[in-house]
C-alpha cells in the first residue's frame, strides 16, 4: 500500500520530480565520470610500459627520467654513453635492452631513434606488443615507422616523404632536409605515446647530425642521401634505455648497481615506483576535482529537499486523509522516505546510464586525443559503491522533510487551511 501510495504521489508531481532526478543525474554523471577519467588515466600510464623492469639515464630526478623517457615530456638533462649502455646490458641477468634517443621532432610530434628490439620487446596494456596497421619497422637509416595519431593527423602511409626537424621547435629554418625519411609502417592505435611518436633507427639519428656542432649547421660536412649507407654510424651516445631482467627478484640488487655505477652517473628507476611518486603529485589536484563533484551531488540533494519541503503544505491535507483511514504518523515518515529514496535511485541509475553513453560517444575522441581508453562497461566496485552512496545520501536528505511531515501529521485533521 505504502509503495502504491508513494509511487501516485510522485506521479502527481511527475514535473518537478523529473527536474530533481535530473539534477541528480547529471550530478552523479558528473562524479562517477571525475572516477572514471582519474582510473583510467592511472591504468593508461602504468600500461604505457607494461614488462619493462628498470628505466636507465642521466642522473636526475626518477619523475623526470620517468617523464622524458616514456612520456616524451621535457627533454633528458645529458646522455648515456653507448660504452656505458653495452657494459651494463651485457651483464647476464638482463633479458632485453632497448635503447632510445630523443631530441628532433616533426610537426610538433617526437622522434624516437631505437632499434628493432623496441618493437620485439616493449609492452603496452595486458602484455601487448606493437604491431603494424600496415608497412612495417624498418632499420634503414632513412626509414621512419610512425605512430597511428601521427599518420592520422598528418596524413601518412608507407612511401610518403618527410623531414625531420633539429630540437623540439620544428619551426623551419633547423629542418634536416638534406636527408628526408620515408615513411616504412604505420602502427596499429594503442594509446600510448607510440602514436604521437616517429620511429627512426639509431643510425638515422646519427646520419641528419652529422655535420651538426652546438644545435648549427655546418653544410660543408653534411651527408647526403647517397653517401647515407656508406658513413660509419655508430652511436656514441643514447637519451636512456629500458632493461628486462630475466629475473625480476634480483632488481632492486641491479638497479643499486647502476645508481653506483662508476664509469658515470646514472640513475635507474623502476617504472611502478616513478608512477607512484607521480600520482602523489596530482593527489591535491584529483581531490579537488572529487570535491567539486560531490558538491554537485550535494546541490542536486538540496534541490530534492526543497522539492519536498514546498509540497508538504500542499499535502497537509493529504497526510491528514491517511490518518484519518488508520495511517500512522511513522507511516507519513516512510512515505516522505521513500519518495526520497525513489528519487535518488532513479537519479543515480540514470546518471550511470547517461556517463555509459558518453563514454561511448567520446571513446574514440579520447583515445585519439589523450590516449584514454574510457571504459563503459559494467560499473566497477567502486562506482557501484559511489551509487550506493548516493541513494543512501538521498535517504538522509529526505529525513528531514519526512521528519517535518512526521510533526505536522500529530497535530492536523481533516480541515486544514
Known sequence: MLRQIAARSLWDRRLAVGLTMAAIALSTTMILGVERVRVETRESFTNTIAGTDLIVGARTSPLQLLLYSVFRIGDATNNVSWQSFEKITGHPSVAWAIPVSLGDSHRG???LGTTHAYFENLRFGADRELAFATGDYSEDPLSVAVGATVARELGYQPGSEIVIAHGTRDDGLSGHD????????VL????????????????GIEAIHVGWESGARVDSETLDADHVHEADLHSESITAFFIGLKQRAGVLQFQR??????????LAILPGNALSELWRLFANAELALIAVAA????????????GIFSTLNERRREMAIMRSVGARPLDIFALLLTESVVIGAVGAVAGYLLLTGVSVAVNVFAASVFGLQISSGLPTTRECLLLLMIVAAALLAGGLPAWRAYRLSLHDGLNTS
Request: aromatic letters at 6%; charged letters at 15%; zero cysteines.
Open 257 to 266: 648497481a647502476i645508481n653506483n655505477f662508476p664509469d658515470e652517473p646514472l
Open 109 to 111: 610530434f617526437r622522434v
Open 188 to 203: 596499429e592505435p594503442t594509446g600510448t605515446p607510440a602514436d604521437r611518436t616517429l620511429h627512426v633507427s639509431l643510425e
Open 295 to 306: 558538491m554537485t551531488v550535494v546541490t542536486g540533494l538540496l534541490g530534492m529537499i526543497v
Open 178 to 185: 638534406n636527408l628526408p625519411f620515408t615513411v616504412s609502417g
